[in-house]
């Protein structure tokens, strides 16, 4: 199966650099021949979140031609995937664009949903040795609605011990431009998301979005919290070598 990855702010060259490598690894080992198209830009949600929406519907209509030729698409990021999806509410009903984006919408996928749901596999060979919990995401669970898919792949890790999280559902104040507007709410939220990860004992922190676990690592660093924060793609990657 042909793959175009998309591979969001967050995981390009500044940030999550080892979950879009190891996203791209773990694909072409499942089977899936993968291209990187290098047009590729922001996918507008910042703007669309902060009430821009003529200024994201360029960026939308530039990222649909970037990826129309795609078979597949394949992103890092549930919240980036969910705004693809988005698009089709930002065209007139029954334009060209709007039959654009649902041609887009529906051949998009957050990277655990396109493995479990479009690949049909739940173990993929990974091996990893730690005691880890797992942050569910916002946009990924309440609107892309990917739910159990993280969870099918990580109960079939070798050597990982999963505790669960509690209040796991609950978000960690980062929200885009939210947790520049409302720093103090953010604060506050992100303070309760570190104490319920530090009441598991986990070693690792474990999330499907960059996003929030930039946010939530960076207060676990302030904090000299030792959780490591890990994204999902880097490791279903290992192998145990690490």
């Known amino acids: 199966m042909k793959v175009s990855f998309f591979i969001t702010c967050i ?4 940030f999550y650099v080892n979950a879009g490598k190891a996203a791209v690894e773990l694909l072409e080992r499942l089977g899936c021949e993968v291209d990187f198209p290098k047009a590729q830009t922001c996918c507008g949600q910042p703007a669309y979140n902060s009430g821009y929406q003529k200024e994201t519907v360029e960026v939308a209509k530039h990222l649909i031609e970037t990826f129309e030729h795609a078979e597949k698409v394949v992103g890092i990021s549930g919240s980036c995937v969910y705004m693809i999806h988005e698009y089709v509410h930002l065209f007139e009903e029954g334009s060209e664009w709007q039959r654009r984006a649902i041609a887009l ?5 957050e990277l655990t949903q396109f493995i479990v749901d479009v690949l049909g596999v739940e173990d993929v060979g990974a091996a990893y040795q730690g005691v880890a919990t797992y942050h569910s ?4 669970t309440r609107l892309l609605g990917v739910k159990e898919a993280p969870f099918r792949l990580l109960g079939n890790v070798k050597g990982l011990k999963l505790i669960d999280l509690p209040n796991r559902h609950d978000c960690c104040g980062f929200g885009g431009t939210f ?19 530090e009441e598991t004992n986990a070693e690792i922190l474990v999330g499907a979005d960059g996003s929030c676990l930039m946010n939530i690592g960076g207060r676990l660093s302030r904090n000299g919290s030792p959780v490591k924060v890990k994204h999902i793609a880097e490791i279903l990657n290992s192998r145990g070598d690490v």
Do not use: L, R
């Open 11 to 14: 995981g390009g060259d500044m």
């Open 105 to 109: 919408k529906e051949k998009t996928y």
């Open 179 to 197: 947790s520049v507007k409302m720093s103090n709410i953010s604060e506050q939220m992100v303070d309760e998301k570190v104490e319920h990860i």
């Open 137 to 140: 995401s916002c946009h990924m």
